[in-house]
Nanobody
Framework: QVQLVESGGGLVQAGGSLRLSCAAS????????MAWFRQAPGKEREFVAA????????FYAVSVRGRFTISRDDAKNSVYLQMTSLKPEDTAVYYC????????????????WGQGTQVTVSS
């Protein structure tokens, strides 16, 4: 089992940047696929980015491709989401997720979730 704690959210102006972090408990972090999702008010939770075991492969939602970068540091049991060129439509609660065997974009397939961190982008 793994516990996830996100940090780094906040208020930023459009065009700005933020870096989200997700710290995981446990000694087997490297065996988990890690992902970021987000949920805006009144909307369903949606996939943002994922990174596979070892970090050799990543993929992104079309809406963030070229602006967001997911990375992981297995020595620190952490995954990151570097967000640049932020837009008001990026405003949401951002969640970190983990799974032992699934590498994809389906919300229901991830087993472990953090509590989320709020990102607000002002226009």
């Amino acid at each position: 089992q793994v516990q996830l704690v996100e940090s780094g959210g906040g208020l930023v102006q459009a065009g700005g940047s933020l870096r989200l972090s997700c710290a995981a408990s446990g000694r087997t972090f490297s065996t988990y696929v890690m992902a970021w999702f987000r949920q805006a008010p009144g909307k369903e939770r949606e996939f943002v980015a994922a990174i596979n075991w070892g970090g050799g492969s990543t993929f992104y939602a079309v809406s963030v491709r070229g602006r967001f970068t997911i990375s992981r540091d297995d020595a620190k049991n952490s995954v990151y989401l570097q967000m640049t060129s932020l837009k008001p439509e990026d405003t949401a609660v951002y969640y970190c997720a983990a799974d032992r065997s699934y590498y994809g974009s389906a919300t229901a397939m991830y087993t472990y979730w953090g509590q989320g961190t709020q990102v607000t982008v002002s226009s």
